[in-house]
T-cell receptor, first 114, second 112 residues
Framework: DVKVTQSSRYLVKRTGEKVFLECVQD?????MFWYRQDPGLGLRLIYF???????EKGDIPEGYSVSREKKERFSLILESASTNQTSMYLC?????????????FGPGTRLTVL | GNSVTQMEGPVTLSEEAFLTINCTYT??????LFWYVQYPGEGLQLLLK?????DKGSNKGFEATYRKETTSFHLEKGSVQVSDSAVYFC???????????FGKGNQVVVIP
C-alpha cells in the first residue's frame, strides 16, 4: 500500500522556536509538496520539489524553507515560528512529468505555535 | 491564471438525499480535473478524475463530468450516507505543470 507519512500528527511549539516537519514517501515519486490548510482558505502551496536538492516556491513561501536531501524525504522548516503559522500542514507526492497523476497526501500535522 | 471556484459554505443534508457540489475553473490550456475528499482527521485522497472534455469520473457512487463549454466539473451523488461526511476539494492540473490548483473546499455534513 502506497504511503506518505508525516513525522507528527500534533505539534505544539513556542514563538521563535525552529520547527522541523518531516515527510517521507515510499512510492519513488519525484515530486513532493508542502501545503498549509486553514479554514476558509483551502489548501495553499508553500513549496514543492521536483527532484533531490531542487525546490520551487509556492504561493506562500515567506517564513518557511525546505530541504530535500533524499528522494523519499522532504522537510519543511519554520526558521522562527510565529503564531500566524499555527495551521494544518499537509505533505503530498506525485510522479513527475504530468499533472494527470494524482497527488498522494499524508495525514497532516496540526501545528500550534504559542 | 489557473484557478478553481467552489460554491460557498458548508452543505448539510439528510441521509439518502441528493448531493451536488459546484466547481468551475479557469485555465490557460486543457486541464485535468480532480475531486479530492478529506475525511475527519485524515489527509486528502483522490475521489475521481477526468482528463479531457466530456469524460466522466466516478467512484464510490460519486460522479463528475468534465464540461468544457461551461468550464465546470460538478460533483454529484444520488443518495448520500453519513459516512460521506467530509470536506470535498475540486482541483485542476495542467500538462507539464507539476502543481495542482485547489478550490477552497466544501464541508459536507450528512445527518442520519
Amino acid at each position: 500500500d502506497v504511503k506518505v507519512t508525516q513525522s507528527s500528527r500534533y505539534l505544539v511549539k513556542r514563538t521563535g522556536e525552529k520547527v522541523f516537519l518531516e515527510c517521507v514517501q515510499d512510492m519513488d515519486h519525484e515530486n513532493m509538496f508542502w501545503y498549509r490548510q486553514d479554514p476558509g482558505l483551502g489548501l495553499r502551496l508553500i513549496y514543492f520539489s521536483y527532484d533531490v536538492k531542487m525546490k520551487e516556491k509556492g504561493d506562500i513561501p515567506e517564513g518557511y524553507s525546505v530541504s530535500r536531501e533524499k528522494k523519499e524525504r522532504f522537510s519543511l522548516i519554520l526558521e522562527s515560528a510565529s503564531t500566524n503559522q499555527t495551521s494544518m500542514y499537509l505533505c503530498a507526492s506525485s510522479l513527475a512529468g504530468t499533472s494527470y497523476d494524482e497527488q498522494f497526501f499524508g495525514p497532516g500535522t496540526r501545528l500550534t505555535v504559542l | 491564471g489557473n484557478s478553481v471556484t467552489q460554491m460557498e459554505g458548508p452543505v448539510t443534508l439528510s441521509e439518502e438525499a441528493f448531493l451536488t457540489i459546484n466547481c468551475t475553473y479557469t485555465a490557460t490550456g486543457y486541464p485535468s480535473l480532480f475531486w479530492y475528499v478529506q475525511y475527519p482527521g485524515e489527509g486528502l485522497q483522490l475521489l475521481l478524475k477526468a482528463t479531457k472534455a466530456d469524460d466522466k469520473g466516478s467512484n464510490k457512487g460519486f460522479e463528475a463530468t468534465y464540461r468544457k463549454e461551461t468550464t465546470s466539473f460538478h460533483l454529484e451523488k444520488g443518495s448520500v450516507q453519513v459516512s460521506d461526511s467530509a470536506v470535498y476539494f475540486c482541483a485542476l492540473g495542467l500538462y507539464g505543470n507539476n502543481r495542482l490548483a485547489f478550490g477552497k473546499g466544501n464541508q459536507v455534513v450528512v445527518i442520519p
